[in-house]
C-alpha cells in the first residue's frame, strides 16, 4: 500500500491567490481528516469525513477555508484567498473509522503564502 | 472533549541512555491513548496505541508506554535511545465513543546527543 498521498509537497503561492491542497486516503479507509500544524497551536484538526460525508468542520478557521470528498478515494483542502497567516503543514490522515484506531499520516504539506 | 498535555517541549539525553515522556490527559468518558512520531520533514507515524487490555503497550522501535487511569497519564518509555530516535514525539487521546477524533499533545522534542 502507497500510504497516504498528498500533493503538493511543497506550495509557495501570493497573498490572495486560491490554493488546492490533495489528498489520497489509504483504500478501504472510511475517514479522513485534515489536520494543520503550526509551531503556536500545534496539530489542529480542521475537517473530517466519514464515508464522504463531512461530519465536523469547526475546525475551519474561517469560510475562507473549504474542504470536499467527492468520492472515496480523493479529497482537497481549498484556502481562498490565502494570506499570510494560513502559512504551516497541513497533514491528512485516513484511519479505517473514526476515533478507534490509529491514523495513517500522509507527508504533508507545507504551504507558504508571501 | 478531550485534552492532552506533555509536560516537557525537549528532552535532550545521551545515547543509551534511558528516556521517559510525559504525557497526561483529560477526559470525562473512557479513551483511547496513541504515541506518534514525527521526524524531520515527514508525517506523523504511529508508534503504539492503548485501547483495551493490558496497560504496558510496547510498540515499534523498542518503545513502551503505560496507562494509569488514576493518574490519567500515558508515558512514553524506552530504556536505551539511540540517535536515530531524534524526533518530535506526539501524544494523542480520543474518546472511546462515536465520532470521535484524535486531540494531540504540544508535543516533545526528542535530542539524542552522542
Not at chain 1, 11 to 40: A, D
Request: glycine residues 8%; charged residues 15%; hydrophobic residues 35%.
Amino acid at each position: 500500500d502507497a500510504g497516504v498521498i498528498q500533493s503538493p509537497r511543497h506550495e509557495v503561492t501570493e497573498m490572495g491567490q486560491e490554493v488546492t491542497l490533495r489528498c489520497k486516503p489509504i483504500s478501504g479507509h472510511n475517514s479522513l481528516f485534515w489536520y494543520r500544524q503550526t509551531m503556536m497551536r500545534g496539530l489542529e484538526l480542521l475537517i473530517y469525513f466519514n464515508n464522504n460525508v463531512p461530519i465536523d468542520d469547526s475546525g475551519m478557521p474561517e469560510d475562507r477555508f473549504s474542504a470536499k470528498m467527492p468520492n472515496a478515494s480523493f479529497s482537497t483542502l481549498k484556502i481562498q484567498p490565502s494570506e499570510p497567516r494560513d502559512s504551516a503543514v497541513y497533514f491528512c490522515a485516513s484511519s479505517p473509522r473514526v476515533g478507534n484506531y490509529g491514523y495513517t499520516f500522509g507527508s504533508g504539506t507545507r504551504l507558504t503564502v508571501v | 472533549a478531550q485534552s492532552v498535555t506533555q509536560l516537557d517541549s525537549q528532552v535532550p539525553v545521551f545515547e543509551e541512555a534511558p528516556v521517559e515522556l510525559r504525557c497526561n490527559y483529560s477526559s470525562s468518558v473512557s479513551v483511547y491513548l496513541f504515541w506518534y512520531v514525527q521526524y524531520p520533514n515527514q508525517g506523523l507515524q504511529l508508534l503504539l496505541k492503548y485501547l483495551s487490555g493490558s496497560t504496558l503497550v510496547k510498540g515499534i522501535n523498542g518503545f513502551e508506554a503505560e496507562f494509569n487511569k488514576s493518574q490519567t497519564s500515558f508515558h512514553l518509555r524506552k530504556p536505551s535511545v539511540h540517535i536515530s530516535d531524534t524526533a518530535e514525539y506526539f501524544c494523542a487521546v480520543s474518546a472511546n465513543s462515536g465520532y470521535s477524533t484524535l486531540t494531540f499533545g504540544k508535543g516533545t522534542m526528542l535530542l539524542v546527543s552522542p
